[in-house]
């Protein structure tokens, strides 16, 4: 995963100033833009517990699935859940069962204004990986983490110890680290199968099945802006530079857009990449993760004041895109990230 310091018995010709301007302006309000008419598409999506409540689907109980290698047996719908990283935590909000959640912990940055209201309201367990002790004080009947490194005994705790305590841990598929059962590469199908996974161990499948139906919809009717252009999604680091790379959402979302993706080589999600290799790729655009520890604008202040990456083609005609950091993980807002970046490409023009 993207090296950041933090169920039994996881238009290429204007100033490059005004450009910077333009493309931070326009991605905020796309992204308020669109999350503000995502939401409707399913009077459950996102919805109230009550309104989610009249989900007709049902499970069969005892459900066993085999999550990244850990085989997981849920006996009924989880109704204590700690949720780690934003992935998590907004899947369950996207699904109408904010309500279940007990303690929220490493949020990587704002929700999506479609459920901000409710994401702003549910209890924050640690602004980083909750420890096993604050994790168990709560009581979870499931622990649902974004990365597999959450659980471990330095973290919420490794998942046969949580088991044998009764907790149940679940983790996103699309981070397991395994061979077996890292997707290889990334694709919305993956992404659309989690959402459909959740739904159906929280018994809310209707719920699940209108919500992916709506990502469909939105994703399909998105005219790909990208054709012909390269670029470099730039995670995070400075001294090193930490990029998406081949497999994962970054090269998932960049494939959406038809942008050819500079590291699409290297067989990672994420991977550190030398800023000689970059100026030799010399990229059309840059899509800039912002991330409160590490901003779109310290980004832009960083590649515009070195020497080497000043001259680079998109930083000399300030064509940058912003995603959030939330939105740049697998999980419910990558088809809001395809959205928004394809609307700021087509601000760039030719």
Not at 224 to 240: F, M
Request: aromatic share 6%; hydrophobic share 45%.
């Amino acid at each position: 995963m993207l090296p950041v310091n933090p169920f039994i018995t996881a238009p290429r010709a204007a100033h490059p100033i005004r450009r910077r301007v333009s493309a931070v302006a326009t991605a905020a309000a796309t992204l308020a833009l669109l999350a503000g008419c995502a939401a409707p598409a399913s009077d459950t999506i996102g919805a109230a517990p009550e309104e989610a409540a009249s989900d007709t689907s049902q499970t069969g109980y005892p459900l066993t699935i085999d999550n990244c290698g850990t085989e997981v047996t849920v006996t009924a719908a989880p109704e204590r859940v700690v949720t780690i990283k934003s992935t998590s935590t907004e899947m369950l909000l996207a699904l109408g069962l904010g309500d279940r959640i007990v303690g929220s912990a490493f949020g990587d940055g704002p929700a999506s204004e479609a459920w901000a209201a409710e994401a702003a309201a549910l209890p924050v367990l640690s602004d980083k990986v909750p420890g096993q002790e604050a994790t168990l004080e709560l009581e979870p009947d499931l622990v649902y983490a974004g990365w597999e490194s959450n659980l471990s005994a330095e973290g919420a705790g490794d998942r046969p110890t949580l088991a044998a305590l009764g907790v149940n841990s679940f983790v996103s598929p699309a981070a397991c680290k395994g061979e077996a059962y890292r997707p290889n590469p990334l694709d919305f199908d993956e992404v659309f199968a989690e959402i459909t996974q959740i739904g159906e161990i929280f018994d809310v499948q209707d719920a699940a099945a209108e919500l992916v139906a709506a990502q469909r919809t939105e994703l399909a009717a998105v005219e790909p802006a990208g054709a012909g252009r390269s670029a470099l999604w730039y995670s995070s680091g400075s001294d090193t530079p930490y990029v998406g790379a081949g497999i994962g959402a970054p090269q998932m979302i960049l494939d959406a857009l038809e942008l050819e993706n500079v590291a699409a080589d290297v067989q990672d999600s994420w991977s550190p990449l030398g800023w000689e290799a970059i100026v030799a790729a010399d990229p059309d655009v840059i899509v800039l993760v912002d991330a409160a520890w590490n901003t779109a604008e310290s980004k832009i202040a960083l590649l515009e004041s070195n020497p080497a990456t000043a001259k680079l083609s998109a930083v000399q005609a300030g064509d940058y895109l912003i995603v959030p950091f939330p939105a740049g993980e697998a999980g419910v807002r990558n088809v809001e990230a395809v959205t928004s970046l394809n609307t700021q490409l087509e601000s760039l023009g030719d």
